[in-house]
């Protein structure tokens, strides 16, 4: 099984950027790094995905090592709506094995 | 477009009974997977089906079983449930079967088994 490695929890004060750290050093060339959050009482929603190279979308970057065996998600400016749990996944052929995810709590 | 709808929400049963989840993905994915989540194991892979084939298996019994049909709804069978299936069961839609689909959860099944 592909695996992953995170934080149990972080915290970060409203409206500062967030830096969300994941060691995948199993990686193989063709699993996609994933990242959902789940946030409480709802099934995991899709943050952002990645291969080598880094990547923008509206919600998060995601920030891949040169080797690949580690990744890192950002998100910009913190809300109180970004308080979840973080999962960093290794994707291969539509499998995702979740790993605990880092608890996200954010200070007003 | 509707997301993915899971049914039933809530669900009781006693030890040794069996039980069947349905999820009906978003329209136009044709692979859904399961996951089993509890507070004890975290998010666990159960399997996925993509054209109506089991493409994937994690590390569940074989009381475990699902099957998709044409319309890529998807059902998933417990059988001579166990107090340890107590869990939310989770069903996820993706457009096909690739590593880089993004894959669209819905609410979940609660499972309570007594």
């Known amino acids: 099984d592909a695996k992953t490695t995170q934080p149990n929890s972080m915290e970060s004060n409203e409206e500062e950027p967030v830096h969300l750290p994941c060691n995948h050093s199993?990686?193989?060339?063709?699993?996609?790094i994933h990242w959902y959050r789940q946030l409480p009482s709802q099934g995991p929603e899709y943050v952002i995905h990645?291969?080598?190279s880094n990547v923008n979308n509206r919600m998060a970057s995601l920030a891949i090592a040169e080797d690949r065996k580690s990744s890192t998600l950002i998100l910009h400016r913190a809300t109180l709506r970004d308080a979840a749990v973080y999962y960093c996944?290794?994707?291969?052929?539509?499998?995702?094995?979740f790993g605990t995810g880092t608890s996200l709590t954010v200070i007003p | 477009k509707a997301g993915v709808t899971q049914t039933p929400r809530y669900l009781i049963k006693t030890r040794g009974q069996q039980v069947t989840l349905s999820c009906s993905p978003i329209s136009g994915h044709r692979s859904v997977s399961w996951y089993q989540q509890t507070p004890g194991q975290g998010l666990q892979f159960l399997f996925e089906?993509?054209?109506?084939?089991?493409?994937n298996k994690g590390n569940f019994p074989g009381r475990f079983s699902g099957r998709q049909f044409s319309n890529s709804r998807s059902e998933m069978n417990v059988s001579t449930l166990e107090l340890g299936d107590s869990a939310l069961y989770l069903c996820?839609?993706?457009?096909?079967?690739?590593?880089?689909?993004?894959?669209?959860f819905g609410p979940g099944t609660r499972l309570t088994v007594l």
């Open positions: 996820a839609s993706s457009l096909a079967h690739e590593p880089y689909n993004e894959q669209f």
């Open positions: 996944i290794l994707n291969t052929g539509n499998q995702f094995y």
């Open positions: 199993t990686i193989s060339g063709t699993d996609y």
């Open positions: 089906y993509f054209s109506e084939t089991q493409r």
């Open positions: 990645g291969l080598t």
